[in-house]
């Protein structure tokens, strides 16, 4: 549950169908997100969810539908726009740097903000350096706040998957996001791990107001800490409403337990 | 207009030429993944190969037909090949399996140099001679419609014909044979055919192999044409176009991109070369590739490039 | 036990990004400056210096600029050898063109126009990667080969595209001798190093990276793609460009277009890649690997008591340069980069195992 109160509408998925090839992922969903909220997407495998996320942040362009943000209404979104608009996210592979160290994947994630041409940043001089400081001092806050301090200089690649997922979420954080888009935060992690990263996005809204849209599996997680839940299944919207709701729904539980015939 | 044609054909033959060294390029790609830059390289191995052995083994043997020879030395040059194809896969490729592209191109490009530097140390340098009876008379054609007629070479065509051959041999192969099947079970996903226990080096063994006569045979004929010498290994580099333009896993697009090719230069050093200076069949074909690549990157028959995340 | 950071103890992030941030290096750094400033002009013979030091020099900042499109980038270029082509030949045409035009000047302007090529050359990455991005950049190569070759007004109307420099000098200093020339490229080279590294622990050099590790994810963080890639091939060719107008000038004195022919391209690539990706100090590991090799090779047969003709020594090293590519490739994918600073990680905990 967040403690914040919750806000209007800021984003509005309507309507949107993505097929590819002859594959429909995702027929006609339409729901909304409220700002400060936790909203989760859940549903069985193969229902569609990242496919949604991936709609959202530009990465797949639907067919049909729409998505308006803050107010604009777009066909499909173009990955950088979205980014500066404030919507940042993390990954169910984990798309890290894997060349570069905690601490570079992390302040990859401040380059929306950083203003230095070229050339100063070559010579390194006054404005370039100072600008290079501030952030390194901002991405120190997301590193403590991450309890990654002794794995900053560590290339990626070298660290277990439940640290890999912190980076992750730490690089998406250094871009100051006003929605976060959580693509599977939890898996493959054991019950601290999880406790860990639930403390971390519950966190993440209380303190900042970031609106959080959560793609979870475990079933515990999303009852506990969301506010809202859309429920996917083959691509379609079979639920939506608060947990409760939504784990009285016969629809959801047909789907996810199967029916008695 | 007879001249048009001349200039047509001649560079349709050029290009079918182009097109047997294209042919090594996408068998591999197709089985393997992998970007082979050594094919000029196995080429002029192989051309070495064959035209050393043809002069050697009468010598050796004893015997004066170079009928026998050309079948002997044939027959040898083949299995150092095969050879060839196995040690690449035991010290290379099995080697560097889950690398990136880039590094296996550069892998290959260091095969290249090093099939160069052995070939001209085991083969020697000079230029050789191959004579496998090609016809070196040209053909005159259609008489009646052209004054004079139109000069065809013989031997180009021939090449052409083996070439067309060539390709129903290989899709025969891949389409009705179990190994064919492998292959292309191999070329789709590594891991999954070995998880149903298609034997994946000994599958690399073959495809390097199969290309290693398709550069056998290409070598025959170019080094027929030309004598074998070291730019042979140069002319190989245009088979990038080729296949670019055909399409990497295709190897009908390897004709068709090769006679494209072949075509366009002759007909554009022709026609277009004196507006520019003249020479410019060095670039032609490159650029061709380079529109290719920003207006169809698959070429005109390969499989579209999907990238996933 | 000597290279440890025991008692090294950062208190500012100013200290901790540093280029070298551990003392040991910085006076490892500091005594191979010196030694390269002071001790080879004074103690090295002159051969020494035209032969070899300023080739290194000059391949290494050619295989620097290579390295950051290809190492940091993850762009193939096989089209290297044009872009110095350009360099070489802008800068000349600047050069005798132009009254009184510095040389300094020259050369940068060189660079610019090796830039401009350079992006129009990379706008095709915007699409293509990979061995289709590979064949691009050969285009690039075979139609420098061609233009310098054909287009007169290149090479002031020199048929045969060789052109020649003579009486170069910087403010009023000649650059003749071999110790003028090797202090010159010296300079420049340090100087370009100092700006590639700096460009590479910025932000921009993040922004590199993370196109080479995984673009799509990139984009989704906020990185321009177009303006990343296109600014790796700008950088890359101007540093190229600088080193093709240095190799013409200050090396060979006079060239014609086969000097940046395609093998040209493969040798940087090939320095880069044995020096290591990514990597600047591997780009000077490379290309000392590479100038020094067939110097090595040359010099065994005499060594080990007999003697091959040319020609084998000539195939000979090609099969071993092929064979040595092979093998590191297979061994340290990673280069000779990877491979020093393993040592150097040995080193700290010696003579401890672990």
Redesign the interface.
Known sequence: MSGRKVGDVILDVQNITLSFGGVKALTDISFNVREHEVRAIIGPNGAGKSSML?CI???YWPQQGSITFRGQTFKHMN??Q???MGV??T?Q?L??????SVL?NI??????K?K?G?LA????WGP??RE??AH??FV?QIIDFLEIQAYRKTPVGRLPYGLQKRVDLG??LA?EPQVLLLDEPMAGMNVEEKQDMSRFVLDVNDEFGTTIVLIEHDMGVVMDISDRVVVLDYGKKIGDGTPDEVRNNDDVIAAYLGVEH | MGFFLETLFGGLMVGMLYSLIAIGFVLIYKASGVFNFAQGAMVLFAALAMARFAEWFPLWFGFQSQVLANILAFIAAMAVMVLVAWLIERLALSRLVNQEGITLLMATLGIAYFLDGVGQTLFGNDIYKIDVGMPKEPLLVLQGSFEGGLLLSQEDLIAALVAAGLVVVLAIFFQKTATGRALRAVADDHQAAQSIGIPLKRIWVIVWSVAGFSALVAGIIWGSKLGVQFSLSLVALKALPVVILGGLTSIPGAIIGGLLIGAGEKLSEIYLGPLLGGGIEIWFAYVLALVFLLVRPQGLFGEKIIDR? | MFYRENGQFKSS??AD?QIFPIAQDRIAIALLLLVAFVVVPLGVSDYWMRAILTPFLILSLAALGLNILVGYCGQISLGTGAFMAVGAYAAYNFHVRIDGMPLIASMLLGGLCATLIGVLFGIPSLRIKGLYLAVATLAAQFFTDWAFLRIQWFTNNSSSGSVSVAGLNVLGMPIESAVQKYIFCLVVVVVFAL??K??VR???G??W??M???D?????????PVYAKL?AFA?SSFIVGVAGALWGFIHLGAWEPAAFSIDRSFQLLFMVIIGGL?SIMGSFFGAAFIVLLPLFLNQLPAWLGFSISTALASHLETMIFGALIVFFLIVEPHGLARLWSTAKEKLRLWPFPH
């Open positions: 991936n942040n530009g990465v990955s950088r979205v980014a500066e940042a996210r990954f592979n798309a890290l740097f894997k060349g570069m570079d302040m990859s994630g401040r380059n929306l950083m230095s070229i940043q070559a010579l390194r370039a350096e290079e400081l390194r001092e120190e690089r998406a871009m | 995340v | 992030y100013r990004q700006l590639a700096n460009l910025s932000a921009i993040r922004e990276m993370a080479r590790d995984m799509v994810a990139a984009a989704v963080i906020g990185i321009r600014t950088v990514g």
